[in-house]
Each structure stands twice: as structure tokens, then as C-alpha cells.
């Protein structure tokens, strides 16, 4: 893959049975080095009963493609998708509050975590996220669990 300059990043803070936690983080500000954030959750998947959480989307570079999704419950939406992710498709950014809101999906609330089991106000973060990126069609995320130096 060539070198691209992500303008989103998901940063995992957080890996329990509830979900993996985390923050997708952007518009930084170089000159004040703030940024906008939002508190984000993913389902958690275990190989074995003793070991660890992860998510399905791995730790890397994807673009994200903006389109009309629906999901099991619930009518036709627009979101960006993440896509060239070895093995899977569908990976949606979405509204979400619990891990079982999600089945690979990164969900976006604006607070939350592990200590709550749950991101609160999901509908409001991604309404918020996507009017951001309303003239976006395609864009790059970093997929991490730990800060870029950009966002230390």
C-alpha cells in the first residue's frame, strides 16, 4: 500500500469482554495540537475462553467509502465504510451504544467506556461525524492501539 496521510485515526485504548474501546480522532490542529474526538466501541471476539479480546478490523491503514448501508434491524443509512480489510467486508463507522450493537463495527458515542460497558449518545456522535464529512466521499483512517504522534 503507498503512503497516505490518514485523516481519521482509531485509537484502541481499552480491549474487555464488553467491547474494545477506543477513540476516533480528527481535525487536528497543528498549531495547538487539540483535535475533535469521540468515544468509540467495537465487538469483542475471543478465539478461546481464556484468551484475549480483539477486534475484527486490524490494526492498519484503510480507506474509508462512503455509501448506503442497511444493517439487520433498521432501514437504509449513509456511512463510510472501511475497506480493504483482509478477509472481511462491511465494516461500518455506525451508531451503537453495546458490544452486541456491533459485528465488526465501530460505533461512536460521545462519552463512555469500559467502566460504563457501554458509549452513551451514539445517534448524536455519528449525526456529528458524518455532517464533518457531508462533502467526503472517500477518505483514510489509521487503525491503531496506540496514540500517532501526531494525536501525543
Same mark, same amino acid.
Not at 461500518?92 to 451504544?97: K, R, Y
Given at each position: 500500500m503507498s503512503q497516505v496521510d490518514p485523516e481519521v485515526y482509531l485509537i484502541r485504548t481499552d #480491549?474487555? *469482554?464488553?467491547? &474494545?474501546?477506543?477513540?476516533?480522532? +480528527?481535525?487536528?490542529?497543528?498549531?495547538?495540537?487539540? +483535535? *475533535?474526538?469521540?468515544a468509540?466501541?467495537? #465487538?469483542? +471476539?475471543?478465539?478461546? /475462553?481464556?484468551?484475549p479480546y480483539y477486534p475484527k478490523l486490524p490494526d492498519g491503514t484503510y480507506k474509508?467509502? *462512503?455509501?448506503? #448501508?442497511?444493517?439487520? #434491524?433498521?432501514? /437504509?443509512?449513509?456511512?463510510?465504510?472501511?475497506t480493504g480489510v483482509a478477509g472481511h467486508s462491511g465494516i461500518? &463507522?455506525? /451508531?451503537?451504544?453495546f458490544n452486541k450493537d456491533s459485528n465488526g463495527c465501530v460505533l461512536t458515542g460521545t462519552h463512555g467506556g469500559p467502566e460504563?460497558?457501554? &458509549?452513551?449518545?451514539?445517534?448524536?456522535?455519528?449525526?456529528?461525524?458524518?455532517?464533518?464529512?457531508k462533502d467526503v466521499n472517500e477518505m483514510w483512517i489509521d487503525v491503531s492501539t496506540d496514540y500517532p504522534e501526531k494525536a501525543a
Open positions: #480491549h474487555t *469482554k464488553d467491547g &474494545i474501546f477506543g477513540e476516533l480522532a +480528527y481535525d487536528f490542529n497543528d498549531n495547538t495540537g487539540g +483535535y *475533535k474526538s469521540f468509540t466501541l467495537e #465487538h469483542a +471476539y475471543q478465539d478461546k /475462553p481464556d484468551g474509508l467509502v *462512503k455509501g448506503v #448501508h442497511q444493517l439487520e #434491524h433498521g432501514g /437504509p443509512f449513509t456511512a463510510f465504510e472501511v461500518l &463507522i455506525h /451508531p451503537g451504544n460504563d460497558k457501554q &458509549i452513551f449518545d451514539s445517534k448524536a456522535a455519528f449525526d456529528e461525524f458524518m455532517t464533518r464529512f
